[in-house]
């Protein structure tokens, strides 16, 4: 299993913290030891036998990370510092100062927002993971239908935007992150406003 190597997070902006290293995890194995490999004449060679279990130590964890690739790809199962490295796959900005579970949880969220980008209910949804606060969102657009032709188009002509962050949780929420989160979910054309009520 990934999780099981000794790598600690290494995300962006951690600082001085200490990294684990998968090169350095003495306790993997190589599956395949490469002395069996050899041909039968290096069966009983001491000093080829040993060169190959020193290569075999330095490609096990390359094997070990093949082998679990499936694991690496999946946010509950993902060492934390891939967790990092799938977030910017899905064009997430983790929080380092949130708990690992919070960032799992948000990595696999959004990943499948993404076939909704650029609707109210994903935006809506997008705002709410990062901010733990349910977003009013106003816009221009609208949907309906006539028997006659003619009728009065829905909405109004000019595009806009205006998520509204309020409650007794909004007091915690930036804004500035709330501006990016709209900014980046939102359709490029269309202007909005961003408005925290703390």
Request: net charge negative.
């Amino acid at each position: 299993m990934p999780g099981t190597n000794g790598a600690v997070g290494s995300a962006p902006g951690a600082g001085l913290r200490p990294k684990g290293r998968r090169r350095e995890a003495p306790t993997l194995r190589n599956p395949h030891p490469l002395g069996e490999a050899l041909p039968a004449v290096y069966a009983d060679d001491e000093v080829a036998q040993r060169l190959t279990a020193a290569l075999d130590a330095v490609v096990a964890p390359a094997i070990c990370a093949l082998d679990n690739f499936a694991a690496y790809l999946d946010p509950a199962l993902t060492p934390p510092d891939f967790l990092d490295w799938l977030a910017g796959w899905v064009g997430v900005v983790l929080d380092e100062n949130w708990p690992l579970e919070r960032r799992r949880g948000l990595v696999a969220r959004l990943a499948g927002l993404y076939a909704r980008r650029g609707t109210v209910a994903a935006l809506a949804e997008e705002v709410s993971l990062y901010t733990l606060v349910a977003p009013e969102i106003t816009e221009n657009g609208g949907v309906t239908w006539s028997s006659t032709p003619g009728g009065p188009l829905p909405g109004r002509p000019e595009p806009g935007l205006t998520v509204r962050v309020r409650g007794a949780d909004a007091a915690a929420v930036d804004p500035a992150r709330v501006e990016a989160i709209v900014a980046g979910a939102k359709p490029a054309h269309v202007p909005h406003a961003v408005e925290v009520d703390r």
